[in-house]
């Protein structure tokens, strides 16, 4: 029998997930330059509809249907064909519930590289390989770790919301991207175009991340409970961790910082969010950020690799600290599905070395397969917009748009202003009686 509570549950959870998209589209439209804020948060949004497509033809059949080799599924079930959706999970939601919530983690997860290589990558060659991604890259990686049958799964990896499936993957692939496109013509990521929209995407993917995490229980229960707490207390933890970098590296507190800070501990709590304590969950917060911010400043100068909006040193890298401190922190304390104690509870080093084979499993996975489709897609199309392109902005270039249409408006305006002043004096002289109270008051007694 379906189990209202926790159906209604999940599908609240998928809405809320869904919700982060546009929310990442208005964090990210607002930290790149004025000449490209169209295409990056097109850039994000677009993956709603092509990934809800790409899940229903083909994502859930090669995620959850069938076993090869522990890496895939299989194509029997194309477009959902055969699948009764009605049919019940162990926790009595139906199987259509959980694909849709399975859905709107494949439309968020390959919205996050795009911070990377905003401003000169061809938005032809970004939906072509966010298909050939999907199906290469992110099917196997929810095959390998959410399905029963998949490798990394029967090894025993904990990745409660999205660690590896999720932010290492997207991280990774950031990086990548960006290697293979190369620096942008002059860096000006100082020049945000919206810092208030910055604020306003990083509420909505707060606000967001509750369904990401607290979802994937799947269940109105206590590990739901745990998650939402945990989830709000590293990220706490993290945007104030940041905020005090900032002061100690730079003297003040930023909100780009913040924000920045504020991601970090989302990231870093989702793949240990249901298996921790909240003292847990402040050292994951903290680590992860400690760890962020030292990539970011000091780290990423030194690798020349421009990835513009740090998609990996926010995702990537915090992801891989949240995945393997899942190994130290994890306790059958707080969920039964941890079989084996973490490091810092007494189970010894055998979760964590699980951990970490299943993160650097994760590294090494998508590195190769990104490196081979980036390949595989350059033989077909171009990579990159020319210099000419990129220096117009891709808004235009791209999409013949503009972010910002009262700045053509002031222009115009501005325009009459020698004819204001030419006239100013007989504007001036056929309103002066209007300021005379006695003329004022003539004209009200007439």
Not at 149 to 178: C, E, R
Not at 291 to 301: C, D, I, M, Q, R
Not at 347 to 365: D, K, P, S
Request: aromatic share 10%.
């Amino acid at each position: 029998m379906m189990n209202l509570a926790n159906t209604a549950f999940v599908l609240i959870a998928s809405i809320l997930v869904l919700f982060m998209t546009p929310g990442l589209a208005f964090f990210y439209g607002g930290l790149v330059t004025a000449k490209n804020v169209v295409n990056t948060m097109l850039s994000v949004f677009i993956m709603t509809g092509v990934a809800i497509l790409l899940w229903i033809s083909l994502g859930y059949t090669l995620a959850f249907s069938g076993n090869i080799l522990g890496v895939v599924g299989n194509l029997k079930h194309v477009f959902m064909a055969g699948i009764n959706l009605g049919s019940l999970t162990p926790t009595g939601i139906p199987v259509g519930a959980y694909s849709l919530f399975q859905m709107m983690f494949a439309i968020i997860t390959p919205a996050l590289f795009v911070g990377a290589i905003v401003g000169r990558i061809r938005f032809k060659y970004l939906l072509a390989f966010l298909v050939a991604w999907s199906v290469f890259i992110y099917y196997p990686m929810v095959h390998l770790v959410w399905s029963p049958a998949g490798w990394l799964a029967k090894l025993g990896v904990l990745d409660f919301a999205g660690g590896t499936v999720v932010h290492i993957n997207a991280g990774v692939t950031a990086l990548v991207l960006s290697a293979w496109l190369g620096p942008r013509l002059k860096a000006d990521s100082e020049h945000h175009y919206n810092l208030p929209w910055v604020l306003l995407g990083t509420a909505i993917l707060w606000i967001g991340w509750y369904g990401f995490n607290a979802g994937s229980a799947l269940a109105v229960n206590n590990v739901a409970l745990q998650a939402a707490i945990t989830s709000t207390v590293a990220t706490a933890t993290a945007m104030v961790v940041w905020m005090a970098l900032d002061v100690w590296a730079s003297g003040k507190p930023t909100l780009v910082g913040v924000c920045t800070g504020t991601l970090c501990g989302l990231v870093g709590i989702t793949p240990a969010a249901g298996y921790v304590t909240i003292l847990g969950s402040v050292a994951i917060g903290a680590l992860a950020t400690l760890a962020s911010f030292g990539f970011v400043h000091y780290l990423k100068p030194r690798l020349g690799v421009d990835d513009a909006l740090d998609a990996f040193g926010c995702h990537g890298v915090s992801g891989i600290v949240g995945s393997i401190l899942t190994g130290v922190f994890a306790t059958k304390s707080v969920n039964a599905a941890v079989t084996s104690n973490g490091l810092a509870y007494g189970g010894g080093w055998r979760l964590l070395g699980i951990q970490l084979l299943a993160t650097g499993f994760t590294i090494v996975f998508v590195a190769v397969m990104g490196c081979l489709l980036i390949v595989a897609l350059k033989a077909i199309m171009p990579m990159r917009v020319d210099a000419t392109e990129e220096r117009l902005g891709l808004d235009e270039g791209e999409h013949g748009e503009r972010a910002d249409y009262t700045v053509d408006l002031s222009e115009r305006l501005n325009a009459f202003t020698p004819d204001q002043e030419r006239y100013a004096d007989e504007f001036k002289g056929q309103l002066r009686h209007l300021e005379r109270p006695e003329t004022a008051n003539n004209h009200l007694h007439r």
